[in-house]
């Protein structure tokens, strides 16, 4: 996965701060930056993307592996507990240079 790293500038809020973290209906995560961008990380590609490694290689995600069931801030990431007991941690610059909106992508 291409990830475009952001890094802070003097004076500014740190873009890879989180704000704000809530649910999106019931299919994503919602992160509000420090620097008012926000991003939506639906379950399943988020579960998929996890640092462990095995977890990019699923070939399906079952209900119970895509649902968190704990998501904490903590000072190195974000750390997610799923409903399959497995845990993920996601550090913030990285789950903010995996956002995939239009304005981080060049889309329109």
């Not at 973290?21 to 996890?50: K, M, N, Q, T």
Request: hydrophobic share 35%; net charge neutral; charged share 25%.
């Amino acid at each position: 996965m291409d990830r475009k790293i952001i890094l802070p500038l003097l004076g500014q809020p740190d873009p890879n701060a989180p704000k704000r973290v809530h649910l999106v209906g019931r299919y994503a995560l919602g992160v509000d930056w420090a620097d008012d961008h926000g991003s939506i990380y639906p379950f399943e590609p988020l579960r998929r993307a996890c640092p462990c490694g095995p977890c990019g290689e699923l070939e399906t995600v079952t209900p119970a592996m895509g649902w968190p069931e704990a998501i904490n801030r903590r000072p190195e990431g974000l750390a997610i507990r799923w409903a399959d007991a497995h845990e993920s941690l996601y550090p913030y610059p990285d789950l903010r240079a995996a956002c995939r909106c239009a304005g981080c992508t060049g889309g329109h």
